[in-house]
């Protein structure tokens, strides 16, 4: 099922990368997707194949409703060492097609986002791919990881059984709504 959803289409230089989130439990602890996508992120700016960061993620906690996941991805990269003026951060909207919307409309000018690596988790990549065509990105699209396609403990497979169907619907949704096309 989930070999269909995902679409990496490989890691090349760029001047920025979009990290979209995933979500966040509280102030202090992300969910492993989220996790895993900033992994990825840290480890390239490492090995300097990104010079800038943007966080992408609105979503407000029903606990603490002033705290976005875009602000605790943000404080996670400065604690592992992205320099704080390499980090951009956008709150706005908690929807990866809304996300994508306000990223274009801010920072479309500042950086060219047909060269920005977008990464987010594997078997969100193909919605992720058809939102950037629709709305005429050509940046590309980068998975997390792989690990998270076999998950080991079976609590673990549950929850990516719940997501993979999860994004079937997504796609479904957009499509029934012609945001996007196949």
């Known amino acids: ?33 989220t996790l895993l996508r900033l992994q990825r992120g840290i480890e390239l700016y490492r090995q300097g194949r990104i010079k800038k ?27 592992y060492g992205v320099a704080e003026e390499d980090i951009f951060q ?15 409309e801010r920072y479309g000018l500042r950086f060219d986002l047909n060269k920005a690596l977008f990464i987010t988790s594997s078997y969100h990549t ?4 058809l939102f950037l065509d629709q709305l005429g990105i050509a940046g590309t699209v980068v998975s997390a990881y792989p690990v998270e396609i076999k998950p080991v403990l079976w609590s673990l497979q549950l929850d990516q059984f719940r997501e993979i169907v999860r994004e079937y619907l997504a796609i479904a949704y957009y499509l029934l709504n012609g945001v996007i096309k196949l």
């Open 90 to 104: 956008l709150s706005e909207t908690s929807r990866t097609y809304d996300d994508l919307i306000s990223l274009k």
């Open 53 to 79: 960061i943007i966080c992408l993620g609105g979503l407000r906690l029903p606990a603490d409703p002033a705290f976005t996941i875009a602000e605790g991805m943000k404080r996670v990269l400065i604690r």
């Open 126 to 129: 193909t919605r992720v791919r």
């Open 1 to 33: 099922m989930t070999k269909p959803l995902i679409r990496d289409e490989g890691v090349r230089d760029a001047e920025v990368a979009v990290i979209l989130s995933g979500f966040w439990v509280d102030r202090e602890i992300m969910d492993y997707r």
